[in-house]
């Protein structure tokens, strides 16, 4: 399976296709309740939105990993949900890190680079 995003792809592992797609049906659950209470949306870019006016709505477009509360957009005032904080992925990512064999050393940013390449050996 292939995971894609506007500028960047990656391959993940078997063993997460199922977990993914299960995390994915209970995100999309979440926005269909959130459309269904006037609050399923995300700010995209003006431009985009002026292209796209229902992109904000559609299921394409929604967070991955969206917030766990509502909050008010300060530019538009509209209440919706973002996407999870920095500090949550990066307490998810420390956690996942110590129930594995990787070193203490692995972070979120870590994803960015080639550093954490299972081929490196300096982090097997």
Do not use: I
């Amino acid at each position: 399976m292939s995971w894609t995003t506007l500028d960047r792809s990656t391959v993940l592992p078997e063993r997460l296709h199922g977990p993914l797609r299960r995390h994915l049906k209970t995100v999309k659950a979440q926005h269909e309740a959130d459309c269904a209470n006037g609050v399923g949306g995300v700010s995209l870019p003006d431009a985009l939105a002026e292209k796209y006016p229902n992109a904000a709505t559609e299921w394409r477009w929604q967070y991955v990993f969206p917030s766990t509360t509502l909050s008010e957009d300060p530019r538009s005032g509209a209440v919706r949900r973002h996407h999870r904080s920095d500090s949550a992925v990066q307490r998810a990512v420390k956690k996942a890190a110590e129930a594995t064999r990787f070193p203490s050393v692995m972070a979120s940013w870590c994803w960015r680079g080639t550093r954490c390449r299972r081929g490196d050996a300096k982090y097997n």
